[in-house]
């Protein structure tokens, strides 16, 4: 397995940096599978290696990411140390970002190789999950989508109650439970959610898929209930697949930083389950 490291240009000129897994011996065409983390999260999370290395091993082209605002830099990759950036980013952003690593993917060959484009896939843990739906369903050259305890619909825990206070201080703070910093989102986030909702909306993006789409989900998730992964199977039957991975919480049994060498068990289970569903 190969890694190359690249930085390009995201939303308001902020960097993405990008990782791509390759396997040893590259074939002629690659399949190319894109990950976008969740909230809180970053591309060298936890498994995240771990999990590109498995699938390199396998003949794919996997690539990870930084989201340009998800409060980490180049210099401190792994630590949210921009909380400017962070409190400002937006879904739209996310959106925009990942569009860029696609078209980065799409135009840039490695080596003598090239990406199959009618192998292009997308998955997204959490948050990323539901930014992998929704570029799913405007992007064309996206041919499968899998999403492992995905968000199904960003504004439902937003109650007018919620949103007025949020309204009135300019900013809400979240905790992150694993460094105990406070850290912040502007009122911006849900000002372009609700601007660009003929965007951003999960369910209908949902419904408007036409291209395979495997779901999988956690019994046990404690944070995305997995009431989230039935509903969206009943959004459009035609095209999805329900995977339940019995016993699992939201990160199928990972944690940060991980330091063993096997990955652990509910997340093989989640990984032979994508890999089969996108082989065949």
């Not at 040893?24 to 995240?48: C, L, N, Q």
């Not at 990870?64 to 739209?92: I, Q």
Request: glycine share 6%; hydrophobic share 40%.
């Amino acid at each position: 397995m190969t890694c190359h490291q690249y930085e390009i240009e995201g939303s308001d000129g902020k960097p993405i940096l990008l990782d791509v897994h390759a396997p040893e011996e590259m074939p002629a065409r690659y399949p190319v599978i894109i990950f976008s983390h969740g909230f809180k999260g970053f591309k060298d999370w936890g498994t995240f290696n771990q999990i590109a290395a498995w699938f390199a091993a396998r003949g794919f082209c996997f690539v990870k990411f930084n989201f340009s605002h998800n409060g980490t830099s180049p210099d401190y990759p792994e630590e949210f140390v921009d909380l400017a950036s962070f409190a400002a980013n937006t879904f739209s952003k996310e959106m925009d970002d990942l569009g860029r690593v696609i078209d980065f993917i799409w135009e840039n060959p490695l080596g003598n190789s090239i990406p199959d484009r009618s192998r292009l896939f997308l998955t997204g843990h959490s948050r990323g999950g539901g930014i992998a739906i929704l570029k799913a369903a405007e992007d064309k050259r996206v041919r499968k989508l899998v999403t492992w305890a995905a968000v199904n619909d960003f504004g439902k825990s937003w109650n007018p109650k919620y949103t007025e206070q949020w309204k009135k201080n300019g900013k809400i703070e979240v905790l992150n439970s694993r460094t105990g910093q406070k850290m912040p989102l502007n009122y911006s986030l849900y000002e372009d959610y609700q601007r660009h909702l003929d965007r951003l909306y999960i369910p209908a993006a949902v419904v408007k898929l036409n291209i395979p789409f495997l779901i999988i989900h956690g019994r046990n998730d404690e944070t995305i209930c997995v009431r989230a992964a039935y509903e969206m199977n009943d959004w459009n039957k035609d095209c999805t697949e329900l995977y339940i991975v019995e016993g699992a919480n939201h990160v199928f049994g990972a944690k940060h930083p991980w330091d063993l060498a096997q990955l652990p068990e509910y997340e093989q289970e989640v990984l032979h389950k994508t890999l089969n569903f996108l082989l065949n």
